[in-house]
């Protein structure tokens, strides 16, 4: 079983280096093909047998295949002069560089935090240089839907069919013990994150067949953001059947019970109305954003008081402060903090919040460069925005402003299951001033 795992992972590489130079439409169908289905397909072989060397290498290659294209195309094909955003880039990458060759840490969590820390400027750059045409953005938007669609069912289906006694039937606890730190990490024989406990009690959430409730969530919501910001040209004809599917995608995006699709119902329903309202905006730009301020200032009141508990909320919290009491100008060098850097063997101090991540690890400078590099983004998103009216730019807004307020308090808002075809839809959305 060894033998035929290895080969297909040797093919699948192959396979994945030409279309990392194809870099097109079919190298972003085939990275969200493998994403749904590569998580199933490791565990099945882990149970026969397999090494988990080989199964790592084998969820690695994906990833591996958009960053062989960006590099492929900086060193090859670019002709464009260099922009404040990529200087900030460079900064920020050797910065977290130096940090990985500073760090104690074990080296599968240091790259377990360069692969975090680096998403999304590798998948924004990665959707700025991808090949297409002007049926592109359609094609590959209305695959997100079929794909969100098709995950709904499946969750629906291991729901109310399949349940925690299927995943323990191929092999699913002896995959996630593997993992030292997730030895602990798991109820009824699956991961901790299948369940939520924000309510008092475990709460069994919609998973899917990704083995990964909290990514598919966030898939199945770009799904209806897209439907909902008028990225789709498949259903214009047929408003019925539109507002079904927008609606069994929402309440399928609810049962996740993920509070970062919390976050990006409440910012994406804001930004469908402001703009389709433009005569407001002006009107409702300040008591909006008074408002999510007043929210943010609510959260952390919670969580310095103590009132968050123990429930994971407090968790989120609790990451994000120690992050900032501890991490320091410079921080504390890579794999000192993240759930990704845990699960690979490290002893870390923070988790659950990407941005205290970045602080704890790479330290208050780093943190600077990213946001600056981020904000820089949605400048330019605005500016294109004013230009244009694409719905593109419009759904690229909504996506750097949600996947922002996630990244505060939760580590899973970056993700290459999850996110990272969010971060190429956006750099895709501002291609139109590429060289």
Known sequence: MTLLFVSITILYFIVAVGFAFLNNYKTVRFFLVVDCLQNLIAIIFYNFGVNGTFITAFTLIKELMIYMAVIIYLTLKNKCPIGRIDVMAFFYIALVLLNALRSAAPYSAIIASIRTLLLPVVFIKYGYILKKDNTTDYKINNLVIKISIILSILAFFEYFVLGDAFWRSIGYTKYITSYKVM?????????????TWDFGFAVRRFVSLMADPLATSYLVFLGLSLLWLGC?????????????LEAFLLITSLLFFSKGIYVCLIVCLIIAYLFKNQYRFRR????ITIILFIMLAGVMYLGYSGKLGTTSSANHFNGLVTALQNGGMFGQGLGSAGVNAAVSGS??????????????????????????????????????????????????LFALIAIFL????????????????????????LQKDRC
């Open 183 to 195: 030895s602990t990490w798991f109820y009824n024989g699956v991961s901790i994150n299948y369940y």
């Open 232 to 244: 789709s040209n498949k259903l214009n004809r047929s408003w019925e059947l539109r507002h079904v």
């Open 284 to 287: 409702l730009k300040t008591p």
């Open 347 to 396: 002893e870390v101090e923070v988790g659950e919040s990407y941005i205290g991540t970045i602080i704890y690890q790479v330290g208050y400078i780093g943190l600077l460069i990213f946001l600056l590099m981020y904000f820089e983004i949605l400048r330019k998103a605005i500016t294109r925005w004013k230009i244009t009216k694409n719905n593109q730019i419009k759904h690229a």
């Open 406 to 429: 996630c990244m505060i308090f939760s580590e899973s808002s970056c993700s290459v299951s999850g996110t990272g075809i969010y971060f190429i839809l956006i750099g895709m959305a």
